[in-house]
């Protein structure tokens, strides 16, 4: 008798320096690169729906490789983050651009370095669209466009004088990251939590040459 597989979720992280979760497959060790546009990075798990915390996360390297990772539990760090306790040793995953390794298991308690953002494809492409120029414009009620952003420290997006948290606006990246070339959506942005979400008109431009896929 055959079993139906269960639904799953593929995630990718990003570390608080705005670079991504990786695997290094010279070395065969974790390891963090830079984000780039519309490239996935070599580590990612797969997670069943629906999507609860704490779940052990089984990291998948898209080079298969025999060194195996420590037994981990991702667990929920609000809003729309996570942090990965290795219960052998009660410590933590940390992205150390400073460290001798730059990503390791040994960190005592989760601060900024052990905080990570999940991401899926459709929030990758998201945000790989808004942060290519002339691509994407996003625009207020009253017709005021914001300009290109940049990617910061602590998973926020720079506009101008203005940061947009990435975490609380998932859905509007799966949103933007669905849009397609020469299409107009609606989406609401929300810049602070506690603040009501400003809504906004995205529109995609259509390629003249390669584009984001």
């Known amino acids: 008798m055959m079993t139906e597989t ?8 990003m570390d608080w320096f705005g670079w991504m979760l990786d695997h290094n497959s010279v070395r065969d060790a974790l390891d963090r690169t830079p984000f780039q546009e519309g490239r996935l990075p070599g580590l990612s798990t797969a997670v069943p729906l629906p999507f609860q ?36 040793t009660g410590t933590y995953l940390r992205s150390s651009p400073l460290g001798p390794e730059p990503v390791d298991f040994w960190a005592p308690r989760p601060g900024e370095w ?23 414009k996003l625009q207020d009620d009253a017709g005021n466009a914001l300009p290109t952003p940049t990617l910061q420290q602590g998973f926020v997006l720079q506009f101008g004088d203005r940061t947009l948290p990435l975490f609380l606006n998932t859905t509007t990246l799966i949103q933007i990251g669905q849009i397609m070339p020469g299409a107009i959506a609606k989406i609401a942005l929300t810049w602070d939590a506690d603040a009501q979400p400003v809504h906004f008109t995205v529109s995609r431009e259509t390629p003249t040459q390669s584009a984001i896929v």
């Not at 269960?6 to 992280?13: E, G, H, I, V």
């Not at 420590?70 to 729309?80: K, R, T």
């Open 53 to 88: 915390l704490p779940c052990p996360p089984v990291l998948e390297k898209r080079v298969s490789m025999p060194r195996p990772f420590p037994e981990m539990e991702m667990q929920e760090f609000p809003p729309n983050r996570v942090v990965f306790f290795i219960p052998r």
């Open 114 to 136: 052990e905080i990570f953002f999940p991401m899926t494809v459709e929030m990758l492409r998201g945000l790989s669209l808004i942060l290519k120029p002339n691509t994407v």
């Open 6 to 13: 269960p639904p799953t979720l593929r995630l990718w992280f």
